[in-house]
């Protein structure tokens, strides 16, 4: 397999090692500090992304949260149900097929995602210059190509995955 050079002596393994340290310093105390804030500190991972992910995308099936998500639909069905308790998602029955679940952000969930976006702002804008903010700009689009690619790696869970 060809490998693209790096300038300066880089090399992809120490480019890999580093982006995963750093990239998961950032997320654990990020999503540590927008769960404790939101909801009183009672929200998990999966219930923050799941807030971010029905901002996002809109209503969506319970079976496509949880497919998202990467969980078992039980466990996708008791994440939105403490949602629900918390008023941030409602979940409404299909009118056509009564055996689907749609799941819609409520004003509430929006307000707590924005929160946790605001904190986010707050953190690049005091931390970072105007030019490391255009770099971290223009970052953005190879690493939300690196998630997708990480989403779709096969898991030890999945059939298809060779040990």
């Known amino acids: ?3 693209p050079q790096l300038s300066a002596g880089r090399t992809i393994p120490d480019a890999a090692e580093k982006l995963h340290w750093q990239l998961f310093r950032i997320m654990s105390t ?5 769960y404790d804030r939101t909801a ?3 929200l998990t991972l999966t ?6 992910l029905l901002n996002d995308r809109g209503p969506l099936r319970m079976s496509d949260l949880a ?3 990467q969980v078992a639909p039980p466990t996708m069905s008791k994440a939105v149900r ?3 308790e918390l008023g941030m998602v409602r979940r409404t029955r299909d009118l056509s097929d009564h055996r689907t679940i749609w799941v819609t952000i409520t004003p509430r969930g929006v307000a707590a995602q924005q929160d946790a976006v605001a904190n986010m702002y707050e953190v690049i804008t005091s931390s970072l210059s105007p030019v490391e903010i255009e770099a971290l700009h223009t970052a953005l689009a190879p690493l ?5 690619s990480v989403i ?8 298809e995955f060779d040990y």
């Not at 990020?30 to 927008?34: D, H, V, Y």
């Not at 939300?144 to 997708?148: C, G, I, K, N, R």
Request: with cysteine; proline share 8%; net charge negative.
């Open 40 to 42: 009183g500190g009672t």
């Open 152 to 159: 779709a790696m096969p898991t030890p869970t999945d059939p």
């Open 47 to 52: 219930q923050c992304s799941l807030l971010y």
């Open 82 to 84: 403490r949602l629900v």
């Open 67 to 69: 497919a998202a998500e």
């Open 1 to 3: 397999m060809h490998q």
């Open 30 to 34: 990020m999503r540590r500090q927008e």
């Open 144 to 148: 939300e190509q690196l998630a997708d």
